[in-house]
């Protein structure tokens, strides 16, 4: 995205604190260096949300992979290139990404249906309702 960026991430052994900052960090030296800048890259903290249940799993999953869709950088989410959604239809090999989680839930022939999952078309009047309902269950969780 032009202004943040979504992540879902599966951890047992670090904490997701110490997982971002890592990350955060080695992002800003990355881009100061090749734009020459000095200084924060990111503005305000992160937010993290914990995951406890399959339905918000898939709901996050699906979220993430329209965000670009919604906000109108491309038509579909396949078309996005800095986005997991390639992997999940098997089109780059991402070592860092693992989707075997996720299309699990989708037995039979599990990426059409993960992809039918994530693209099943919305009314325009339902996304915004949809969102709310979206929001509404991260801030119970």
């Keep these: 995205m032009s202004n ?7 951890t047992k ?3 997701i604190s110490q997982i971002m900052q890592h990350l955060l960090t080695l992002y800003s030296k990355y881009y100061n260096n090749k734009y020459n800048l000095v200084g924060h890259v990111f503005q305000g903290r992160y937010h993290a949300e914990i995951i406890e ?9 699906r979220y993430i ?8 950088m ?3 989410p396949i078309d996005y290139p800095w986005s997991s959604y390639t992997k999940f239809m098997d089109q780059k090999k991402w070592n860092l990404v693992n989707d075997t989680r996720i299309l699990n839930y989708f037995p039979n022939n599990c990426r059409k249906q993960y992809k039918e999952y994530v693209e099943r ?3 325009e009047e339902d996304i ?3 969102l709310i309902k979206f929001e509404a269950l991260v801030e119970k969780e």
Excluded: R
């Design 128 to 130: 915004s309702t949809e």
């Design 121 to 123: 078309k919305i009314p």
């Design 53 to 61: 249940n399959e339905a918000y799993l898939l709901q996050t999953s």
């Design 4 to 10: 943040h960026i979504h992540i879902q991430i599966e």
């Design 65 to 72: 992979h329209l965000n670009p869709v919604k906000a109108k």
């Design 13 to 15: 052994d670090h904490s």
């Design 74 to 76: 491309v038509e579909k």
